[in-house]
């Protein structure tokens, strides 16, 4: 069945920055449109970046310039670049296949990103 795993999380200061990693399987990756998510306490999910399958990437205006999402097909495995993390950037990040922007399939588990001094 399709399953993601996303890694790369942690605690980072205002400023700093991570690397995300999702990886898939049980999906023909080069075929579909990839997107990262994010879900705040009290919050409901966002999609925060999206790649149409290597063609063209789009963001979310709050993090537009910020983050950079990248695939690497070969490895079944696409990326969210973080560089100046805010402390509003704290959520638990998800990654799904999306079909016309919307995700289609069970959410992994996501990994905490928190943002703090």
């Known amino acids: 069945q399709v399953q993601f795993v996303e890694s790369g999380g942690g605690l980072v200061q205002p400023g700093g920055s991570l690397r995300l990693s999702c990886a898939a399987s049980?999906?023909?990756?080069?075929?579909?449109?990839m997107g990262w998510y994010r879900q705040a306490p009290g919050k409901e999910r966002e999609l925060v970046a999206s790649?149409?399958?290597?063609?063209?990437?789009s963001y979310a205006d709050s993090v537009k310039g910020r983050f950079t999402i990248v695939r690497y097909n070969a490895k079944n495995t696409v990326y969210l670049q973080m560089n100046s993390l805010r402390p509003e950037d704290t959520a638990v990040y998800y990654c799904?296949?999306?079909?016309?922007?919307?995700?289609?399939?069970?959410w992994g588990q996501g990994t905490q990103v928190t943002v703090s001094s």
């Open positions: 799904n296949r999306l079909a016309r922007g919307v995700a289609t399939d069970p």
């Open positions: 049980g999906i023909i990756f080069w075929l579909y449109d």
């Open positions: 790649d149409t399958s290597g063609r063209c990437t």
